[in-house]
């Protein structure tokens, strides 16, 4: 299965320029399946409980849509970077894109899964809304370096 990140429209998901991998926006949207990540019940079978899902309904009912489409989108980032030959530890800038700051110490706390070193520069910025749905809670870009083979 390819759990690279897929475009909803008409764009590329990532191009190479020389040694750098830009990849566009990255939103917790199953293209393949048409459907929002809304939560913890959305996530493969086992990723909940790794990320803060608590088994408390009024916890997870609050935490779990930005818990959830962090790990997702940050997931996708990784299998894109894969698939472009590099890794997690390739990327080294991170601009992201929220409908509420007050998510980020959750999404912060999942980012550190995916970056367990030295996290990359990043941006955070605070918008009105994202494509396609209002339940888009979050969008990452990301840019790896990965050096070309000879």
């Known amino acids: ?41 959305d996530l493969p079978d086992g990723i909940g409980p790794t990320i803060g899902q608590t088994g408390e309904f009024s916890v997870d009912a609050k935490d779990g849509p930005i818990l959830a489409q962090s790990w997702y989108v940050l997931d996708r980032i990784r299998a894109t970077v894969e698939q472009a030959g590099g890794s997690m530890a390739d990327v080294f ?9 007050n998510d980020f110490p959750r999404y912060n706390a999942v980012r550190r899964q995916f970056f367990p070193g030295t996290p990359p ?7 009105s809304a994202m494509m396609p749905s209002p339940d888009i809670l979050i969008e990452v870009e990301a840019t790896a370096w990965l050096p070309q083979k000879p």
């Open 121 to 127: 520069v990043s941006t955070v910025v605070e918008v």
């Open 93 to 101: 800038k991170l601009v992201q894109y929220f409908k509420n700051l």
């Open 1 to 41: 299965m390819n759990d690279a990140a897929r475009p909803l429209a008409r764009y590329s998901a990532w191009v190479r320029r020389g040694d750098f991998i830009f990849l566009s926006g990255v939103i917790a949207v199953d293209a393949a399946a048409g459907r929002v990540i809304r939560g913890f019940g």
